[in-house]
């Protein structure tokens, strides 16, 4: 696979408490160059993407119910229908978990379908949070996603720890085997994003290796610069 | 130990994901039973915590919800809406996370013109307890910020989150009374997981603690713990870093 390929598979994402509008730029100009599917940022990015971007064509995900994603299905769609008329071209939320924990399928099933809807045409990815799940309830879950016409499943949100051998916390982030799982729980009927603490080109290649269709991180561009 | 006037202190907040809705029923009602300062859920769980708050409610335990919360990357028009829910089920107070975008870039006028319209949905009805990220921000940031709510006329303000790297320290917490203490109500949130840290922050200025560990600092039993091998949510024995 060349950089040119890996770009067009590839979101640059800034989900953040940290970043500045500058970042936001940067991003910005980062996916222009290096040619990212799409980003995805934070719903209240969405109007300085639009200005720096000053009309030219870019992918723009918007992140939604982030990051924990307990809401009711009206309230996704609220912000979807929102995100969307503020410029949004793809949508990605978080799924209900505690739901999916719970074994509250229809429930499951209902949120899927009323953001669907709320969607509309656009590409609408859902947010699994593998490293909570059973494999179980990763094959529900995608399978559902499949039914209900879901475009892309995320792997992870990627912003969770988990304490070391000395007790320290570290962020938890994709494995290959979490791309497997919900690689072979779709059946090839909706896309595989990995995501989730993507920090280099070996985990990049490891995760292609194990099934992902798309890959997003916030070092899309230093991965995209160093690939080989 | 046990400590009465420690739970008096406490907020839960059971929303995070690797919780079953078993757990999140059960954190509900003995934070009500324990009189814990306040519960707080996130937007698709206002139903059950009012359902729970008819049977327990103790006169004296506040129900609350999140708001953009940690980031405040939602918009503005997604976080009046979600205020204005929680006025229609009757919460006592939103937890809201503020634009942190706008803030890094210190255009400080949008995080006003913002926090306005919510405290505006809120009607007065709903208490506004706006964060302010000292794990990540500069004094000078949070100072900004708490200028800004102090001038919307809002009386207390959460310290952090506890959901990613960063730990509050006992130094935000008397930079915080000092500056903004006769003005603030200062709860404490961001991986506060010993006591003896925060009865320093008691000593300090800090009111109440926003903590996943309420349970095993007031002396009541363990935390919730998630064991990543059988993927189960159980109370069990403390495992993180102090």
Not at chain 1, 132 to 149: H, N, Y
Not at chain 2, 3 to 24: C, G, M, N, Q, W
Not at chain 2, 82 to 98: N, P, Q, S
Request: charged share 30%; with cysteine; net charge negative.
């Amino acid at each position: 696979m060349t950089a040119k390929e890996l770009g067009g598979i590839m979101g640059g994402r800034i989900l953040e408490s940290y970043y500045d509008y500058a970042h936001v730029s940067n991003l910005v100009y980062e996916a222009l160059d290096l040619g990212f599917e799409c980003i995805q940022v934070f719903p209240n990015m969405l109007p300085k993407v639009r200005e720096v971007l000053n009309g030219r064509s870019l992918e723009i995900c918007a992140v939604i119910s982030y990051p924990h994603g307990i809401f009711l299905p009206e309230q996704k769609a609220f912000e979807i229908g929102d995100a969307i008329e503020a410029g949004a071209t793809q949508v990605e939320f978080v799924v209900h978990n505690i739901n999916v924990r719970s074994g509250n399928w229809e429930l499951v099933r209902d949120e899927f379908r009323t953001c669907r809807k709320a969607a509309g045409g656009h590409v609408l990815k859902a947010i699994l949070e593998c490293e909570w799940l059973t494999d179980e309830m990763i094959e529900t879950v995608c399978g559902l996603a499949a039914e209900e016409g879901i475009d892309r499943v995320c792997t992870s949100i990627g912003v969770y720890t988990r304490p070391d051998e000395n007790k320290n916390d570290m962020l938890i982030g994709v494995e290959p085997e979490d791309v497997r799982k919900v690689k072979a729980a779709v059946r090839g009927k909706v896309k595989v994003v990995a995501q989730g603490n993507i920090d280099s080109v070996s985990k990049c290649r490891e995760l292609l290796e194990a099934g992902a269709d798309y890959i997003s991180s916030e070092y899309a561009a230093d991965i995209l610069r160093n690939w080989e | 130990m046990y400590d009465r006037d420690f739970v008096k202190r406490a907020i839960t907040s059971p929303f995070i994901s690797y919780l079953s809705e078993d757990i999140v029923r059960q954190e509900l009602v003995d934070g009500y039973k324990n009189s814990v300062r306040s519960a707080i859920i996130a937007p698709g769980q206002c139903d059950l915590i009012n359902e729970v708050k008819v049977e327990y409610g103790n006169g004296y335990s506040r129900t609350g919800m999140v708001v953009g919360y940690p980031y405040g990357g939602m918009s503005t028009n997604m976080k009046v809406y979600l205020t204005k829910y929680a006025r229609e089920k009757h919460l006592d107070e939103i937890d809201v996370g503020f634009n942190v975008t706008a803030a890094a870039s210190k255009d400080f006028d949008k995080v006003r013109e913002e926090m306005k319209l919510i405290v505006e949905a809120a009607g007065g009805e709903v208490k506004v307890i706006p964060m302010l990220w000292m794990v990540k921000f500069p004094f000078e940031i949070v100072d900004e910020l708490c200028r800004i709510y102090v001038d919307l006329g809002i009386t207390s303000v959460k310290t952090s989150a506890g959901i990613h790297f960063g730990r509050m320290q006992v130094e935000h917490i008397e930079w915080l009374y000092h500056n903004w203490g006769d003005k603030l109500e200062i709860e404490v949130a961001g991986k506060v997981r010993s006591r003896e840290i925060a009865e320093k922050m008691v000593e300090e200025g800090a009111q109440f603690f926003h903590m996943g560990s309420w349970r095993r600092l007031s002396g009541i039993g363990q935390d919730i713990q998630f064991d990543f091998e059988t993927k189960e949510t159980k109370y069990g024995e403390y495992q993180e870093a102090e």
